[in-house]
């Protein structure tokens, strides 16, 4: 019996403790979507919400330079967030709380890097929580590469990708695994934003060679989101260079992010350009849906949640695009469940996740992705559904991307679908869809499979 009661807020604290979590939950979502993905996690990850009032919003975290940088560059995009959820104004207190004893220097003391280098290395992201697919294996394994070889392998290793798909993660699992295996090494993980600020702080106390010292002094450079210096001032564009160069010359790792490839930084100069070109450059994609469902699994395992597959599916298949968004999702679920007390399913999901954007809203499906996803599941490759053969799962195949492309194309026309498989007569779309429709009745494994590449194909 005590579990029932346990289970009721029956105090007045507790009900503050959960009404501040869920709070908090709202103004993190909204930032989460306007705060360089970077910037986010180093910021936000540690604050805890410890009351809410109906007024007041009091929030902590244990580190104080955290707690600095939150109260002089966020705390006006914080209150307006907490007042626009509540739809009152609610001020925001900040609170440095120590927490457990940062791990302090014994280790370190030779390599000594700054309070704010050890604040910004997120100890979670390591490779064995990097989900791996096809979107994100080479990404993978150059990292992995440069992590285990730091001193010989490409440079500078270049990873461009749309923002959350895991290239901070992948920049800071390098980190974590150098500060494991190579303890004496060196390691600066720098946010472009982060080296712009403190270059122009440094010019402004005049201190420009030491801050460039500090930056020389490493044995490899983690230089996360170019694509902000690239819009930036020659001048900072020329002391990267000469940065860049000198640890380059020095045989010193060089591992960049970036939203896009180099070539199409547009304003990034030549020399930096040509810099990276010489190096190795991999791509991370959007996780297909595979890996989607994978990470959400992990996640969800990671924070002891219990989510049925049917959701799994349902997330995996709404948001296709940021690895972040996922996570989002499952932690509001995560609240949802534990304020309603009842365990996730699909319907609550479907309720909770109501005003989460939908990241595929919009999108046309396209004849390509039919042929992608077709190919995937049944195992056929693209050229031979586009062929003429009439081997029977690869019939079926062309068959289900007919379908697909009837029922999810309304603007194609039946002869546009057919043209894209490489017929002439509309009459073939019509054939194919009415011999799917049969083969789903029989067989209703095939129903259910179809239904899942349809919705996976929808959002
Ligand atoms: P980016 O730097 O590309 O914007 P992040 O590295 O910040 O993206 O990733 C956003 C979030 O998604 C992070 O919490 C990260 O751990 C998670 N994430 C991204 N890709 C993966 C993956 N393949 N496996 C596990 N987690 C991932
Ligand atoms: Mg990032």
Known sequence: MHSEASKLPDSQTEQENI?????????????????????????????KAKKYDGKQLLLSADNDKIVDHLRNRYLDKIEEAASHTAGKSVKIALL??????????????????????????????????????PSNEHAYAAALGAAENPSDYHNPLYIYGNVGVGKTHLMMAIANRLIANKPSYRVKYSPAETFQ????????????????????????????????????????????????????????QIVISGDRPPQQLA???????????????????APNFETRLAILQRKASEMNLSV????????????????????????????TSQLEKHPIDLQMTKIALRDMPSESNGQQVSIDEILRVVSR???????????????????????????????LIPTMSLKGIAEAFGKTDHTTVMHAEKKMIELMDKDNSLRVQMEELSNELKF
């Open 19 to 47: 009404d501040a979590a869920v709070m908090w939950q709202s103004v993190y979502d909204t930032l989460s979507r306007s705060i360089p993905a970077n910037f986010f996690n180093i910021f936000f990850d540690s604050v």
């Open 96 to 133: 440095h709380e120590p927490g457990q004893a940062e791990p302090a220097s014994e280790s370190s003391a030779v390599a000594a890097p700054s309070d704010l280098d050890k604040i910004t290395i997120n100890p979670k992201y390591t490779f064995d929580r990097f989900i791996r697919g």
């Open 197 to 252: 600020n403190e270059l122009y702080d440094a010019i402004a106390r005049k201190s420009v060679n030491s801050l460039k010292a500090r930056y020389r002094n490493v044995d490899v450079l983690l230089f996360d989101d170019i694509q902000f210096i690239a819009e930036r001032a020659n001048y900072i564009q020329e002391e990267i260079f000469h940065l860049f160069n000198f640890l380059y010359q020095q045989k010193k």
């Open 267 to 285: 304003t990034l100069h030549d020399r930096l350009q040509s810099r990276f070109q010489s190096g190795l450059i991999v791509d991370i994609k």
């Open 308 to 335: 049925p597959m049917e959701v799994h599916k349902y997330l995996a298949a709404r948001f296709t695009q940021h690895v972040r968004i996922l996570e989002a999702a499952l932690i509001k679920l995560q609240f």
């Open 377 to 407: 599941t049944f195992h056929v490759n693209e050229d031979e559904i586009k062929g003429s053969s009439r081997v029977e799962n690869i019939v079926l195949a062309r068959h289900a991307c007919m379908y697909l492309a009837k029922n």
